[in-house]
């Protein structure tokens, strides 16, 4: 390979310390305020949470299970969901009953694969979607297939969210998956509005209840 002349050599070190130094003056960006990500709650209290995403599948059992048990749980469902009429008719009795309304961005958007601009846009619009129906502050922001990263979290905080809801548990009908053992005190459930939603309300119920356990309102235990 070809020896480069020292001059020039000099000349790409200072092109690198421009470059660095430009690099350099953008990193207070990384110093804005980000919010915490939250996968279990640490408490000792026997409880749980219930989170339900989505949204487009409305399952009437599964709604009138919890209208008629009283169960808390958030709603994590997209801001365009809110919009339609009918969902919104149908989502309403839960918000009224009680419901945590969390932000699930407004298109279901991979908050990790879109742009800056894209990512603020979604999360913003979502919050201001739940909080029009829901008449509460919106602050809880669960990313959509839980893409998340540094850049995210500060998106999300300049939209006014306070903290990023993952979860510990996930469940599909019957199906509970954990990361190992029962359910526990301070587990965050994942569920999605599914045809098999009202199956897997009732399995939680019932495996809560042999357990000693009841399902909590998480916005009582994120303050
Ligand atoms: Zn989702």
Known sequence: ???????????????????????????????EPLIPVTYSVKTNDPVIFITIDDGFIMNTQARDLIL????????????????????????????EAGATVGNHTENHAVLTKVSASRAKTEICTGRDSAEAVSGQAVTLLRPPGGAQNRSTQIIAASCGQTRVVLWDVSVNGEKIATYGGPLKAGDIILMHWRKNLHLSLQKVLSEAKRLGLTPANLSDYLQ
């Open 1 to 31: 390979m070809r020896e480069l002349p020292l001059v020039h050599v000099k000349f790409v070190a200072t092109l690198l310390s421009i470059s660095l130094a430009s690099v350099m003056s953008v990193t207070p960006a990384l110093a």
């Open 68 to 95: 008629s048990e009283g169960i808390p749980v958030t709603l994590f469902l997209k801001g365009n969901i809110w919009k339609q009429p009918r969902h919104r008719e149908f989502f309403t009795p839960l918000v």
